[in-house]
């Protein structure tokens, strides 16, 4: 059965608090513009479709046809998802994983803080993000120094709280020289 307000919903709730978490890390128009594509029919009828409530849809989607055609969509056009940035190296002859820009690194993580907050209601808490990274296979597949650089603003947020890791994730400039720095000053 079709869970079509239930999504509707949980998205909306995911996009609001992904919207104030950019803002509170000074990106605000990527929050604005964040997740826009879970309202087309190719990503919104298999969510509802799939409609889990605890976790995405795409899991379901997944089981039930052995891919997700909404996570595939999505992931195509929304560059907050470290799976945007795979490219073919000339050199190895494979397709690898290139460095986010620093503004998606922000966004992910925004993403990722807000979706554990959706999903997890009153169970939350600045444990659940590095831990759900951690035990996740996402650090073995993207690009080292994003993995470093997430995980390290995902360690800030437990041991430090919100308001400082966002304060220091709004602080960092999308400086080459700064971006080199940032997993160093974020220990």
């Not at 128009?29 to 409530?53: C, N, V």
């Not at 995405?56 to 940035?85: C, D, M, Q, V």
């Not at 190895?92 to 290139?98: A, F, H, L, S």
Request: overall charge positive; aromatic content about 12%; charged content about 25%.
């Amino acid at each position: 059965m079709l869970h079509i307000i239930k999504h509707f919903l949980t998205i909306t709730k995911h996009r609001h608090k992904v919207i104030y978490h950019c803002f509170k890390c000074g990106i605000l128009w990527q929050g604005l513009r964040h997740d826009l594509s879970k309202y087309s029919m190719t990503e919104f009828i298999p969510g509802a479709r799939y409609y889990l409530g605890d976790r995405s849809p795409t899991e379901a989607e997944r089981r039930t046809i052995g891919y997700s055609a909404a996570w595939l969509h999505h992931k195509g056009r929304n560059k907050h998802h470290f799976e945007y940035w795979e490219d073919y190296n000339v050199v190895t002859r494979r397709t690898e994983p290139v460095e986010m820009p620093l503004k998606y690194v922000k966004e992910m993580f925004c993403d990722r803080v807000a979706a554990g907050k959706v999903y997890l209601g009153d169970k939350y808490t600045n444990d659940n993000p590095i831990g759900y990274f951690v035990n996740g296979n996402a650090k073995n597949i993207m690009h080292p120094n994003t993995a470093r650089l997430l995980e390290s603003w995902l360690l800030m947020l437990q041991r430090e709280g919100e308001k400082k890791t966002f304060a220091y994730i709004k602080s960092l400039k999308a400086d080459k020289a700064v971006m080199e720095d940032n997993y160093e000053k974020a220990q």
